[in-house]
């Protein structure tokens, strides 16, 4: 069938509007610069103009938003012109009913904060306009063990693994373990094979975490306190609760896990002034864990010497040294 422009501009409006919202921003401009019809669609549709809207800011639709898409362009326009012209709309004082503690995530529109016992966390919902009431939640961890850190993937998959340490017998040593449990119940996870993944024993009571989700990966950086001699850089697949990488490292060497992808991660290493590529083998094996001094481990399936590229950060000035490094 020959597909003429005249056979396409027959069509209904709908079915047009629905044919041209699975084409991007620069295609769009280009159509509208050829043919009047397809401009006046393009112009005149709430649903498209959102669409391009949203690529253009770099946003993701919330499926879960119940606002028709004529609001959401006028939001989602607020919005952008608030950032464009640093204008804040409203100033709202949340009051906060625990002693807080060092743990706190601000992601979606949820802020969290640790408590000082270390045995919950709290969160809220960030009000989008003066009049939303703000009420705080909590999860709580009731067994003896402190919360030392959180990772969250909320929205992909509610999830929040926290990262726990608990004291053995001796009480000398403690186990670093994480929590994987659903963010809207408090509950273990369903989709998680093991809801208690072991990471490992730490000298004393504490340790230092950095923590990051994406995808099936789950990023762990542990730095124990100044009696120890090697961190420890490790990566998981939470569902399936299987060690994929673990890379042992000189304390305050990593602080945090940054994801360029769900399968590249990038560490500022402090100690060498670099910032550190490792890549994570999607052919790794399933090692079901094993038992080890009455815990719970899961076996590395690999082990790297070195990081796949390491980058080097401009020299600094003599006489000055890098503690640490944050993304």
Aim: charged content about 15%.
């Amino acid at each position: 069938m020959d597909a003429s422009p005249s056979q396409l501009q027959n069509l209904p409006y709908e079915i047009i509007i629905q044919i041209l919202s699975y084409i991007d921003f620069l295609d769009a401009l280009a159509i509208s610069s050829v043919n009047i019809l397809l401009r006046s669609c393009l112009s005149h549709s709430q649903l498209l103009q959102y669409r391009f809207k949203s690529q253009l800011a770099s946003i993701q639709n919330n499926s879960f938003y119940t606002l028709d898409f004529s609001e959401r362009l006028k939001v989602l326009r607020n919005s952008e012109d608030s950032w464009a012209n640093l204008r804040i709309d409203f100033q709202k004082e949340l009051p906060i009913q625990h002693s807080p503690f060092g743990i706190y995530d601000l992601t979606g529109g949820i802020y969290l904060m640790g408590d000082e016992n270390q045995k919950a966390v709290h969160y809220c919902r960030l009000p989008s306009k003066e009049s939303d009431p703000v009420e705080w939640t909590k999860i709580s961890i009731d067994d003896g063990s402190s919360i030392v850190d959180v990772g969250l993937a909320i929205y992909e998959h509610d999830l929040i693994a926290v990262v726990t340490t608990t004291p053995l017998p001796t009480r000398i040593n403690a186990k670093v373990e994480i929590r994987l449990m659903e963010f809207s119940t408090g509950k273990p996870h369903p989709q998680a094979r093991h809801t208690n993944l072991f990471v490992r024993v730490v000298y004393g009571l504490s340790a230092s975490i950095g923590i990051e989700i994406v995808g099936d990966h789950l990023a762990l950086v542990t730095t124990p306190n100044s009696v120890e001699t090697v961190a420890r850089f490790c990566v998981f697949n939470w569902k399936t609760g299987v060690m994929i990488l673990d890379y042992p490292v000189l304390p305050n060497t990593y602080s945090s896990v940054i994801f360029l992808s769900p399968t590249h991660i990038l560490l500022p290493n402090a100690s060498t002034a670099t910032l550190d590529l490792f890549i994570i083998p999607l052919d790794h094996k399933a090692t079901p864990p094993t038992a080890s001094e009455g815990h719970k481990i899961n076996e590395a399936y690999i082990s790297p010497s070195s990081p796949e590229l390491r980058l080097a950060l401009p020299t600094i000035a003599t006489g000055h040294s890098i503690r640490a490094i944050y993304g």
